[in-house]
């Protein structure tokens, strides 16, 4: 299979970074191309270019393949941002092991879970130029070997810095993969199709974490902390196999290649392309930049953020509170323990027929409507937020049941069994709340968006663990689980609030949005 090479894509010049970088025409052209896949980007994308003419009916474009072809497309990329995912809390059964070898405190020893869990929040900053000259199988092909060579070095690591810092590469060149990987679902189905896909797609590298310690208990059981590095390697190496055997999807890439294999010159209209120093600023813009002001001044970024990152966050505590409340009352091993976040994922696994059943029987529902109406069917995003409203009632019951429960006189399985709805909400909010992001604001913006909610979910999610285990010591189970169950209550109106105000708070966004409701749709 040929290698990929980058292509020349021609785009618009701009007066400003901000033109260079979130061109999204209002034109009704533009909206047919976006139905398409065209305009609807994930965080890679850099700049809007406009691709050569088509013909969207043509079979062998990605929106238009088999479904198998599609799903197949999709699922290794999925399979790869768990196992990416999974590499951040399959370390967390060694740590007493890290601990003993370099003689560290329990603290200092989860800092190469923080390293990797905070490297994961600038995926972007790498996948975005790659996946504009290459497409999305350059990511896929080149940075997923760089993860595995990084996390192999981690299990030779001399020294506790070393080990860190390795880690830290090999979450930065593995989570790459998470930004391409939504492009990916993007390229491949149209938006009203996209609730099974994109569901399961966010549900991989968000049941990663769950299975870490499951798998994880097991290899270092004996063996010591370097195998959950060789584990994780042979695995990245098992999963990477598969990726030769995907196609392109990204439609501009497709496009371009075929211009250049029929020896025609890009189709410019007068345009110029953009320095590589453009590129570049347009990437930062994107990916850091503009984040990092979403997470300051707009409302609906900065209080979905603030949620998911606290329920992320939530899910890496359990990497130090479980196998510390477990073997305190129960006496379980390092391999039982793992076994209790399967409580965890059985959650994970539930929320996707629950997000599935809510869209249709809201979203969808709407949308149908809408389209047997003969107007165009822009369907207000707030119907996306039923699954964050429903399964925020989840976190709090999940959270009280686990940490009164949690207690030598109760059957061990009742605290496991209090996970369940945990991770079954905590899924809920992230799918749904993604989604509505995307839905809300226009591509370029919504990539921002999305990164600035990656950015803050890792640093919570990172720095968590660090504190965990003394709050559990001074406070006693049942008080800091409900600590965290408290904070979870005063978090639950938020999708709500925004079902009911989103369409006020949109209009009066600083950011380009869809502020259209369904009474403003065009004939």
């Not at 088509?54 to 079979?59: I, R, S, V």
């Not at 409340?325 to 076994?339: C, D, M």
Request: hydrophobic share 50%; glycine share 8%.
């Amino acid at each position: 299979m040929a290698a990929e090479t980058p292509v020349e894509v021609v785009v618009a010049p701009s007066q400003d970074l901000e033109k260079a970088v979130s061109r999204t025409s209002k034109e009704s052209k533009e909206r047919k191309l976006s139905s398409h896949g065209i305009s609807e980007n994930s965080a890679t994308t850099a700049v809007q270019a406009e691709g050569p003419a088509y013909d969207e009916n043509d079979p062998t474009l990605p929106l238009n393949w088999p479904v198998w072809k599609k799903y197949f497309n999709l699922t290794i990329p999925a399979i790869i941002t768990f196992v990416v995912a999974f590499g951040s809390s399959i370390y967390t059964p060694a740590i007493v092991d890290v601990m003993i070898d370099f003689k560290v405190s329990q603290t200092v020893a989860i800092l190469p879970l923080t390293t990797y869990v905070l490297s994961l929040g600038f995926s972007g900053m790498i996948s975005a130029p790659i996946s504009e000259t290459m497409g999305r199988l350059g990511t896929y092909r080149y940075l997923v070997p760089l993860a595995a060579v990084f996390t192999l070095a981690a299990g030779f690591a001399p020294n506790f810095a070393a080990l860190c810092i390795l880690r830290f590469f090999s979450g930065l060149f593995g989570s790459a993969t998470f930004a391409v990987s939504a492009g990916t679902g993007a390229d491949l189905f149209a938006p009203q199709d996209r609730a099974l896909p994109g569901s399961l797609q966010l549900f991989a590298p968000f049941l990663g974490p769950a299975m870490g310690p499951f798998i994880g208990g097991f290899v270092t059981q004996g063996n010591g902390w370097k195998w959950s590095q060789y584990a994780l390697t042979i695995i990245l190496v098992a999963f990477y196999i598969p990726v030769f055997f995907l196609e392109e999807t990204y439609l501009k890439v497709i496009l371009a290649r075929r211009q250049k294999a029929a020896g025609e010159a890009p189709v410019d209209d007068g345009k110029l392309k953009p320095k590589a120093s453009t590129l570049l600023l347009g990437v930062v813009f994107i990916t850091i930049l503009r984040p990092f002001q979403m997470l300051v001044t707009e409302p609906i970024v900065i209080f979905l953020s603030l949620y998911v990152a606290y329920n992320f966050a939530v899910v890496f505590t359990f990497f130090g509170s479980i196998p510390y409340v477990f073997a305190i009352e129960y006496g379980f091993n390092r391999e039982e323990t793992g076994l209790v976040f399967l409580g965890l994922g059985l959650g994970c696994v539930l929320s996707i027929p629950t997000y599935y059943f809510l869209d249709k029987m809201t979203y969808m529902k709407e949308w149908h409507k809408l389209n047997a109406s003969g107007r165009a069917a822009f369907v207000p995003p707030e119907h996306r937020l039923w699954p964050a409203m429903v399964g925020g009632l989840g976190l709090p019951i999940g959270l009280f049941w686990f940490g009164w429960s949690a207690n030598k006189d109760v059957h061990w399985i009742v605290p496991i069994l209090g996970l369940v709805p945990f991770g079954w909400g905590n899924l809920c909010i992230f799918i749904s709340t993604a989604i509505y992001l995307v839905d809300t604001y226009a591509a370029l913006t919504a990539a921002s968006a999305i990164a600035a909610n990656g950015f803050l979910r890792y640093i919570l999610g990172g720095t968590f663990p660090l504190f965990t285990i003394q709050m559990y010591e001074n406070l006693g189970i049942g008080w800091a689980t409900s600590v965290l169950g408290f904070l979870s209550l005063v978090l639950l109106p938020i999708p709500w609030v925004l079902f009911k105000w989103g369409p006020q708070i949109r209009a009066r966004s600083r950011f380009e949005t869809n502020i259209k409701n369904e009474n403003e749709v065009e004939a």
